[in-house]
């Protein structure tokens, strides 16, 4: 833990130094081939980052910050595309550069990440679902195995959330209008609605300038689709590599190929009038597809060599520490209030 203390701030000084120079860089250069070339020597370095951290989730989380948005945002920035913009005040760049975080304009009607009392209550009680759950795990052996994958998918859904949205706080304590992680993945009504408007939209919103707009401009939509699933799969791979260390075996990529497919169908058979969602039987067969795809090529590369216990592992410990903090912290609370209070005669 102390040894991944020092890393993380190890971490942190490198990408605010690289970050000050791709803003500093992109402000002289005009967006192009030269532009890129100028920031190329950031980009393997963002690769190499989250090797820094022995920890799986400071590893997975630092690789899905950096070795994928934060690459794909400067792959963006050299054209003059994404998020990212030489002209933003610099805590802004920063924040928008190394955090899973999409700046709105303050005008803009859609729905903003902020410190509000819902939002908090929300994150509250998925803070202790999520501790229910890794509480739910020492009984992992009695479970049927559908069970298991099943709560590893609700684990998934629970730590990114929370995550995600600890990484953004810092943005939102700046001022800033963010979009939010997700909007209620489980209500679904298909596909299209699930990957595209629901789960981890930050993810949707940089393959969407970076993939889909450029192949869908030259090869029309189902091409687009298929090339963003594809990269979204590449990418994935690329994760659980950092997260198991072990050779990609494809089954990530095959999962969102298949995915991408039966988007492409679904857009075609409503275009063509063949199918209109409703969500009493569409919001539980996108959901079930979702999981029963998930259980045969989504989970098995990254339970196959024992990771997931050494993630469990982490969790229980992160959890002992955070008890133990507040146990400490209500301890420190009660003795300055008795030293405090009058005394009683």
Known sequence: ?????????????????????????SSKIRPGKIRLLTLLPVLPLLLYLPWSFSSIHLRGICAFFLAWL?????????????????????????????????????????????LSGHRLLSSAVKALLFAALIKLYRYRDDFHQY?????????IYLALDLVLASAAAPAAILGLELEPQFDAPFRAVSLQDFWGHRWNLMVSAILRPSVYHP??????????????FLVSGLMHEVMAYYITS?????????FFVLHGLCTVAEVWARKAGLWRPNPVLSVPITIGFVFVTAFWLFFP????????????????????????????LVGWIGLIRNRTEPAVW
């Open 215 to 228: 192949v869908h401009a030259r090869c029309g939509t189902a091409a687009g689709i298929l090339a963003t």
């Open 70 to 114: 934060g690459l794909f945002k400067l792959l963006l920035l050299a054209f003059g595309l994404g998020p990212l913009s030489p002209s933003l005040p610099f805590l802004h760049f920063l924040s928008s550069a190394s955090l899973p975080v999409k700046l709105l304009p303050s005008s803009k009607s859609k729905p903003s990440f902020s």
């Open 246 to 254: 072990a050779a990609p075996t494809g089954e990530m990529t095959a």
């Open 301 to 328: 590369p990254l339970l196959r060599r024992g990771e997931f216990e050494l993630v469990l592992a982490e969790c229980v410990a992160a959890m002992g520490f955070l008890d133990d903090a507040g146990r400490a």
């Open 147 to 155: 069970l298991l994958l099943s709560l590893c998918c609700c684990h």
């Open 1 to 25: 833990m102390e040894g991944d203390l020092g890393s993380l701030a190890k971490v942190s000084l490198l990408v605010a130094a690289s970050m000050t120079y791709v803003r500093f860089a």
